[in-house]
């Protein structure tokens, strides 16, 4: 068990170290993770309760329509949206309830 | 990594490059297939399906691609690429330079946790940057080898991967590049093609307009794994009630300093049309074309269907695209028929992009390329086409010009058989790098019952 956590120490310490080493590229990413996961919050708070399309939720939020698909198709990909139907000639994408994000 | 002796290197891992090796190795020959990608496939493994049978494409490269990987005289090594080349004698020293892939290629067993662990969803460039792709992932869905690639430019290095990985140190986040040597008798160069940019002519507003894209990224929508599992347009989503295609836009164009024809386009977009057809049975698709050419077998025949099925071909050369406020991209054609000019509307326009050489062999290989389009100089282009003006080094497929993948995959196996050639030639005058024969019982019985 002392192993274990000995060697999970060493882990965190190397990671440390190389964030210092790469530190612009992760201080880049960084900034793109906190940028995505503030789009995400709202696009999903508008497709919680009910299923939306591209439009609806561009609209309601403000992020033009083309990101918005972006995002849906990403978080469609990794199991966190589903497609629901259709509404006239867009497709209806509703948040997972049980997702983590 | 240790240094490799093989009697032939493939470089490339597309279908040319793939049939090439497989094709050497049924014979017995020991090769070595370089990719510089994490995967091999090449560009025919994103397509949706190929003319004029409309097969499916992964059915096609998937086993080809398992084949290579599987196959006891081929070693395959991907995210590899050859940076200097000497003359050692009559064969060739490579050296190779094996990218990190911050993953241990031995043990990843490509289960994904890793990448669904991650926190950073990137534009993917397999699916033209519609789709999307975590920062550690395995590069598809049936990539090979199925191994995890790490993007550490775009990695904020959480742990996240590390902690999940079912694997003891599969991840490392310290791997650095390696380089070794490959020595080979004989070299083949399946380097293939890039597609002319979508924004290459501005009056089109490719890159610009959003939903005008290239060919390639409607392959995609049409791939059971394509980003959005349906054919939708880019700008917000929309199932398209309108395509329409522009032919030669990239191809006989001396604007773009391109004056052959790229013999694809032309197909592809009857092909795209049919599918389209058939994914979105009430949407209207237009073709503007200056002139078909269907010079395969099947190919006119298949066009001539694509005529009945309802496909409107417009004769005429497209001026340019622009959009109005609901991002509908509208076209200015010359009809040549009436010569009268129209402007009409669609959903979205696909550009018929051409093929242009992707590589340049001359540094590192001493192989020139033909001064008019740029491609693969081919020492004996009506009588041994594969042969280059660099002895024992070989091309096959789009490295040597445009082609379709039939074309590129008889090209493939006529440079296997000019390369078992030279390299029995080679062995009988005893000038054999490495003295190995080749084991003629590996070569598969034929039978034509």
């Not at chain 1, 919680?48 to 972006?70: C, D, M």
């Not at chain 2, 009697?7 to 510089?36: C, N, P, R, T, Y």
């Not at chain 2, 269907?305 to 417009?314: K, P």
Request: glycine share 8%.
């Amino acid at each position: 068990m002392s192993d274990k956590r000995e060697d999970a120490k060493k882990r965190a310490i190397l990671l440390k170290q190389l964030r210092e080493a790469h530190k612009e590229t992760v201080a880049h990413a960084q900034e793109k993770l906190k940028a995505q996961q503030a789009v995400r919050r709202d696009i999903c708070k508008l497709m919680r309760e009910e299923p939306k399309t591209v439009p609806e939720v561009a609209e309601a939020s403000g992020i033009p329509a083309h990101e918005v698909l972006w995002h849906i198709t990403a978080m469609k990909k990794y199991g966190l949206v589903v497609e629901t139907g259709m509404c006239g000639e867009y497709y209806l994408y509703q948040r997972v309830k049980d997702g983590k994000k | 990594m240790k240094n490799l002796q093989v009697d032939a290197l493939v470089v490339g891992g597309g279908i040319a490059g793939m049939q090439s090796a497989l094709d050497l190795a049924d014979q017995g020959f020991h090769v070595a297939l370089v990719e510089k990608e994490a995967s091999i496939g090449g560009k025919m493994i994103s397509l949706s399906k190929v003319f004029p049978t409309l097969d499916c494409c992964s059915c096609i490269t998937t086993p080809k691609m398992s084949a290579v990987a599987h196959h006891e005289n081929i070693t395959l090594l991907t995210y590899c690429e050859v940076v200097a080349l000497e003359q050692n004698g009559a064969s060739y020293r490579a050296q190779i330079n094996k990218k990190p892939r911050y993953v241990n290629e031995e043990s990843c067993t490509g289960c994904r946790l890793c990448e669904y662990a991650c926190p950073l969803d990137l534009p993917s460039a397999f699916d033209m940057g519609l789709g999307a792709q975590r920062v550690i992932r395995v590069p598809f869905s049936t990539a090979v080898p199925q191994k995890a690639v790490l993007d550490i430019d775009n990695c904020i290095l959480c742990g996240k991967c590390e902690n999940v990985c079912p694997v003891a140190d599969c991840i490392d986040f310290t791997q650095t590049a390696v380089t070794f040597e490959i020595h080979a008798d004989a070299i083949v160069l399946a380097t293939g093609f890039e597609l002319t940019p979508t924004d290459a002519k501005a009056e089109y507003g490719g890159g610009k307009l959003r939903n005008v894209v290239d060919a390639l990224t409607v392959e995609r929508f049409l791939a059971p794994t394509g980003p959005y599992g349906h054919v939708l347009r880019p700008s917000d989503g929309k199932e398209p009630e309108s395509i329409a295609y522009v032919q030669c836009a990239g191809s006989r164009d001396i604007s773009l300093g391109v004056a052959y024809c790229s013999r694809i386009c032309c197909m592809y977009a009857i092909k795209q049309a049919m599918l389209l057809s058939g994914a979105l049975p009430l949407a209207d698709i237009t073709i503007y074309y200056m002139d078909i050419r269907t010079f395969g077998k099947g190919y006119e025949q298949f066009y001539q269907n694509a005529r009945a099925m309802g496909i409107e071909f417009v004769r005429g050369k497209v001026a340019r695209i622009h959009e109005d406020a609901a991002q509908n991209p509208v076209v200015r054609v010359e009809q040549i028929d009436d010569g009268s000019v129209v402007e009409r509307e669609h959903d979205m326009v696909v550009l018929s992009v051409g093929m242009l050489p992707s590589y340049n062999p001359g540094l590192i290989y001493n192989v020139p390329v033909a001064a008019d389009d740029g491609f693969v100089a081919q020492s004996a282009a009506n009588i041994s086409p594969c042969l280059t003006y660099q002895p024992g080094i070989f091309v096959a497929g789009t490295a040597a010009g445009p082609m379709d993948i039939v074309d590129s995959i008889v090209m493939a196996g006529a440079a296997a058989a000019e390369t078992a050639a030279y390299l029995e030639e080679r062995r009988a005058v005893g000038m054999a790098g490495n003295g190995r024969s080749p084991q003629t019982t590996s070569v598969k019985e034929v039978s034509y019952a």
